[in-house]
T-cell receptor, first 115, second 117 residues
């Protein structure tokens, strides 16, 4: 069964620090990869996604992620975080088989950015 | 982007009663809807997948007789928690997708906080 693992449970950074959140998945076939963000009290929003093509994908708010197939990884990065990036971040993977597959989420990483 | 709404946003019910949560896709037709459960500081756990007009497919460990899912139209799915108990207290999130295939994006509702007393 496919699974998604996020390495960090809680990350605390100061403003302007660089961010990298790890995400690894277990599934040998074709996958679609996603990062979602959940701001306090709000619903999940899509940050970025990878379906195919360039493994370096850029999303909203200056976030980017790199798909490394050999490492089964899809790490999220941002060069300089802001206080407003404080939120919960979820990596999600959809295994592509039959009619689309299911979206499976990692455990989530809470990001706290200190002003 | 597409909008998914849920109603109610919060509900408190007594143990033993049933509660219904609605999920609507407001500006697109949702061929497929998903119901997730999110525990505090935990990930989203997929409970079931429903395709319009078909019976829902439940994930392993999810009681289908307790969590009744109806996807009667392309814009509405309901989750009914029957004979609720305090351990059913959680944050329930629905998600909707326009098509059945992989390229279609899932859009998430704002969630419903259920508290069973």
């Amino acid at each position: 069964a496919q699974s998604v693992s996020q390495h960090n449970h809680h990350v605390i950074l100061s403003e302007a620090a660089s961010l990298e959140l790890g995400c690894n998945y277990s599934y040998g076939g074709t996958v679609n990869l996603f990062w979602y963000v959940q701001y306090p009290g709000q619903h999940l929003q899509l940050l970025l996604k990878y379906f195919s093509g360039d493994p370096l994908v850029k999303g909203i708010k200056g976030f980017e992620a790199e798909f490394i197939k050999s490492k089964f990884s899809f790490n999220l990065r941002k060069p300089s975080v802001q206080w407003s990036d404080t939120a919960e971040y979820f990596c999600a993977v959809k295994a592509i088989y039959n009619q689309g597959g299911k979206l499976i989420f990692g455990q989530g990483t809470e990001l706290s950015v200190k002003p | 982007g597409a909008v998914v709404s849920q109603h109610p946003s919060r509900v408190i019910c007594k143990s033993g009663t049933s509660v219904k949560i609605e999920c609507r896709s407001l500006d697109f037709q949702a061929t497929t809807m998903f119901w997730y459960r999110q525990f505090p500081k935990k990930s989203l756990m997929l409970m079931a997948t429903s395709n319009e007009g078909s019976k829902a497919t439940y994930e392993q460990g999810v009681e289908k007789d307790k969590f009744l899912i109806n996807h009667a139209s392309l814009t509405l799915s309901t989750l009914t928690v029957t004979s609720a108990h305090p351990e059913d207290s959680s944050f329930y999130i629905c998600s909707a997708r326009e098509g059945r295939g992989a390229p279609y994006e899932q859009y998430f509702g704002p969630g419903t906080r259920l508290t069973v007393t």
